[in-house]
């Protein structure tokens, strides 16, 4: 089973900063992230190490070295999840690799991964509250 790749996109151009989904038949959309929320099921955070090594001693930058692969892509557009402290961080230039809980997150799987803005949140209470998801993403 093809899975779906999500990643925030810093190349120049029309999407500049928006979420890129590239979904499992291989179709591309990209998302504003000001005007959506992403709620990423079943997700895998990858990295690429070699990249990311190179970006964080300064021998490169503005490559793709980072995504998510997701079994499920939701995308909502009103009644967002608010923000909790458990972050996601990827920021190649001060560590090359994902972090959660100050801990290297690369390849680790999380059962529910969504954006606020250009943020990206989990946390083991959303996984009790699924249902809450279910109903937003429903409309109910």
């Known amino acids: 089973m093809r899975r779906t790749k999500v990643r925030f996109s810093l190349q120049k151009g029309d999407n500049y900063m928006k979420w890129r989904i590239i979904h499992s038949d291989g179709s591309v959309r990209y998302y504003n992230p000001n005007e959506v929320q992403l709620i990423m099921i079943g997700c895998t955070l990858k990295?690429?190490?070699?990249?990311?090594?190179?970006?964080f001693r300064g021998e490169t930058n503005k490559t793709v070295c980072a995504w998510i692969m997701c079994d499920d892509v939701q995308v909502i557009y009103s009644n967002f999840i608010g923000a909790t402290p458990?972050?996601?961080?990827?920021?190649?230039?001060k560590e090359p690799n994902w972090v959660?809980?100050?801990?290297?997150?690369?390849?680790?799987?999380?059962n529910i991964i969504y954006s606020v803005g250009k943020d990206l949140l989990c946390g083991e209470w959303i996984c009790d509250s699924f249902c809450?998801?279910?109903?937003?993403?429903?409309?109910?």
Do not use: M
């Open 47 to 55: 990295n690429n190490k070699k990249i990311a090594n190179k970006i």
């Open 100 to 110: 959660i809980y100050g801990k290297n997150a690369d390849n680790t799987f999380r």
């Open 132 to 140: 809450y998801v279910q109903t937003i993403l429903s409309g109910e």
């Open 86 to 93: 458990y972050k996601i961080y990827y920021n190649p230039r």
